[in-house]
């Protein structure tokens, strides 16, 4: 089993920023994949960002390319999510996610669903 908790949410105005961690725990041998999503009110979830084992690959969402930077550190077993110039879109509950992706070391998905574990959440709310 894998404990993924985040943090780092908050109320923010518009244009401010906010830095988001997840800590993995438990059986994280072996090589991961980790995603960001988001879901507010009413919408479906929506993938944010994602980051492959060796960091040599990543995957943003045109609506927050140039804003946001997923970035991890494998020996802490945390990801990370920088989001500057937040906007009142950027409001929603944020959850990050790990995919056991055994020795596809530069692999990530973006579908929620190839992803077994999953954090709790963290709210983000922008202020306009």
């Known amino acids: 089993q894998v404990q993924l908790v985040e943090s780092g949410g908050g109320l923010v105005q518009a244009g401010g920023s906010l830095r988001l961690s997840c800590a993995a725990s438990g059986r994280t041998t072996g090589s991961y994949a980790m995603g960001w999503f988001r879901q507010a009110p009413g919408k479906d979830r929506e993938t944010v960002a994602a980051?492959?084992?060796?960091?040599?690959?990543?995957y943003y969402a045109d609506s927050v390319k140039g804003r946001f930077t997923i970035s991890r550190d494998n020996a802490k077993n945390t990801v990370y999510l920088q989001m500057n110039n937040l906007n009142p879109e950027d409001t929603a509950v944020y959850y990050c996610?790990?995919?056991?992706?055994?020795?596809?070391?530069?692999?990530?998905?973006?579908?929620?669903?190839?992803?077994?574990?999953w954090g709790q959440g963290t709210q983000v709310t922008v202020s306009s």
């Open positions: 980051i492959s084992w060796s960091r040599s690959s990543t």
């Open positions: 996610a790990l995919d056991l992706t055994g020795w596809q070391t530069t692999y990530y998905s973006t579908a929620a669903h190839d992803y077994d574990y």
